[in-house]
């Protein structure tokens, strides 16, 4: 039996902020998933700034990923950062977490809620819900001001917040889905569901890292990847200070 592959890379350089054993539930005797953080950039992702200087070692990483034999690299951020241009220097299959969530959100309903870590990242996430065509289905942003590196201090206090706001969603921004608008938020969504349930709000609540993995092994067990037409290999050119020897002529 042939075993599938997913590299999760994980674009920051902060140990211990994502475990195999998070992601261990969804292995299986044919899927395993490996994962790496990236040699330099920022501690967390919370700008447009640290997503810039995320990105060229995340494309580093992605590139060895294929090299290493990876069948697919889910990147282990919402703002997908890096995401077309490591489709470019990849043919293996590249799975943005937000874009998946978004549009399975607009499968599941009319309008999804985007819940994520802060306020200062609505910019960000309005651009992404342009850039992949989804402002119709958008009903709204909102963050419960708890900072990436801050996750894990108190879940008991992060779970109340997002239950908080996605009930306010759903009740003010007339939510159909919502969106878990941070990675670090993994294993939130079944507490965030029998909070709605509680309030009579019967939504899906969808947990990006869980849906990328299903849906980065449906691709290779399909066949499939993304298009080259879409997204060619870069043009062979003089690169200087980055690490793409690949690509330098």
Not at 211 to 219: H, P
């Amino acid at each position: 039996m042939k075993k599938t592959r997913i590299e999760l890379i994980t674009p920051i350089i902060t140990e211990g902020i994502r475990t195999l054993e998070e992601v261990e539930p969804f292995m299986r005797p044919d899927l395993v998933i490996t994962q790496s953080l990236i040699a330099q950039g920022p501690a967390s992702i919370e700008s447009e700034f640290d997503e810039a200087i995320s990105i060229p070692y995340t494309i580093r990483r992605a590139i060895d990923a294929e090299k290493e034999g990876a069948d697919a690299i889910i990147i282990d951020c919402m703002g997908d950062p890096g995401l077309q241009a490591c489709r470019e220097v990849v043919e293996i299959p590249v799975i943005g977490p937000s874009q998946a969530a978004m549009h399975v959100a607009s499968l599941l309903g009319h309008r999804f809620s985007f819940i994520t870590v802060l306020e200062r990242l609505r910019g960000m996430v309005d651009k992404l819900v342009a850039g992949y065509g989804l402002r119709d289905t958008y009903a709204s942003f909102r963050a419960v001001e708890i900072p990436v590196l801050s996750i894990g201090i108190d879940f008991a206090a992060l779970n109340a917040a997002l239950a908080r706001e996605a009930i306010v969603a759903v009740k003010q921004d007339a939510a159909d889905v919502i969106v878990l608008g941070c990675t670090g938020f993994l294993g939130c969504a079944g507490g965030m569901r029998q909070h709605l349930l509680g309030a009579g709000l019967d939504v899906p609540v969808i947990d990006p890292i869980p849906l990328a993995v299903g849906m980065a092994d449906a691709l290779v067990k399909a066949g499939l990847s993304h298009s080259k037409r879409t997204y060619p290999m870069p043009g062979r050119k003089k690169i200087q200070g980055f690490p793409f020897p690949e690509i330098d002529l």
